[in-house]
């Protein structure tokens, strides 16, 4: 309600909403939507020409009114923005000082600088009405008496602010809970859940799946003591097959719900038919090859499949241009009958976090998919790689509940899968793990969910991700 109290925010708030819902409803030409992005992607260069130290020096040769097309022949004059440049330039980055924000953010700064990633209003109602608009399409379906659950990897981060202000606009109560926190713990934060009880939950992957594995040691069933009807994962890598575990292990609906980044806000949000939707009046999306920067065509389905690249369509304090966010993705075009009018995401991993096993080189996301297609019921996993006698080997070990109950493991199954797609063999594994499966959104998906024993000691990451686990409330 902090809009009421200034008459510009309040009259934008209301713009913003009608504008996400129109578009949502499939009122937005595909030419209204083309002059849009090229009406607020030269207002954004011109923006930070302005007001950003960075950008005034970075983009000192840019003229944007000269921007004729936001095709990628009229794009290629303008630089690239990196996750370097951020951690070099730090404040510079910003185009307004940090007093004009109502909330600072950093990122977590496990493996490199922390970087500021402050918020002010308009940031914060673009990004927010964007996710509001999706959201509704989900939560619409489970009725009028819902709590939500939202669990953050930490404090610092905008997971809490962000979820709670989208479900105070849907109408739904709010239980903020941080199980990795001394002061909550998961015994605490399990309690809350069960007792109010929650209907939903905005979690990470690996905090879903932790969750279960500590209901299951206070002697609780996930379906059976817990009414949990949806789960909102982000914050992770997670592959179609990783949700559906996820989902039969609570009994519940899970949808991949969010891809954002500190530095680069919403570029992704879930609707009611399981699909990652853009956010076209957010962001302008382009996908280049990493290696050669250059544009990727689309395939004869329309999907084009690289590095994304993005360049916020709204000027708040910390709008970036033509950023590299560094992450491998399957961009599809929109299509009809879907819950949105927007492109579709798959979110493949980061491109460092590419692996070479065997006869090929896989993604993250593609790894977990070809490991995880069948098994069911199990509370936890992780991937090793071993080389022996000069030939790549995986073992996949599984974490399952005590008492076995919904467990699916079709090894011969899993193994023809992996030998027909990397032509090496697979092992299977049973018993704890660690807690260094739990770091994914504070190091990465690769740290946290691969050993690679061809390694002679841990990279930088792995070593990161394992001093995190080790520091953790339990």
Sequence with gaps: MFTVFNEELDRTARELRDRHQAFAAGEWSGEALTAHQLREFRRTVAYVKEKSPFYARHLASVDPGAIASTSPEHLAAVPFTTKDDLRREFENVLSLPPHEAWIFYETTGTTGRSTPCPRNNTDSLHNNTALTVYYDTIFRQFGDEQVIGVSGPTELHAFGDTFGDVCRNLGLAVAKMWPHSPMVGYGRALETLRVLPATGLFSTPGMALSLAKKAYAAGLHPRRDFRLDVLMCTGELASPSLLENIGEVWGATVHNALYASQEASVMGAAGADGALYTAPLLNLYEVIDPDTTRAVEPGPDGVRTGELVVTSLYQGSKPLVRYRTGDLVRLAPAAAGRTLPAPTLEVLGRTRDSLSIGTGRIS???????????????????????????????????????????????????????????????????????????????????????????????????????????????
Excluded: C, N
């Design 364 to 474: 993250g996301y593609d790894l977990e998919e070809l490991l995880l297609a069948q098994p069911r019921g199990y509370l936890d996993y992780q991937i090793v790689i071993d080389a022996v006698d000069g030939r790549d080997e995986l073992t996949l070990h599984f974490e399952t509940p005590p008492d076995g109950e919904g467990v699916r493991v079709d090894e011969a199954a899993v193994a023809a899968a992996v030998r027909e797609r990397l032509g090496v063999p697979v092992h299977f594994a049973y018993g704890p793990l660690g807690g260094v499966t739990t770091t994914g959104a504070m190091v990465s998906w690769k740290a946290a969910r691969v050993e690679d024993r061809r390694r002679s000691v841990p990279d930088e990451e792995r070593a990161a991700a394992l001093a995190v686990a080790g520091g953790r409330a339990r």
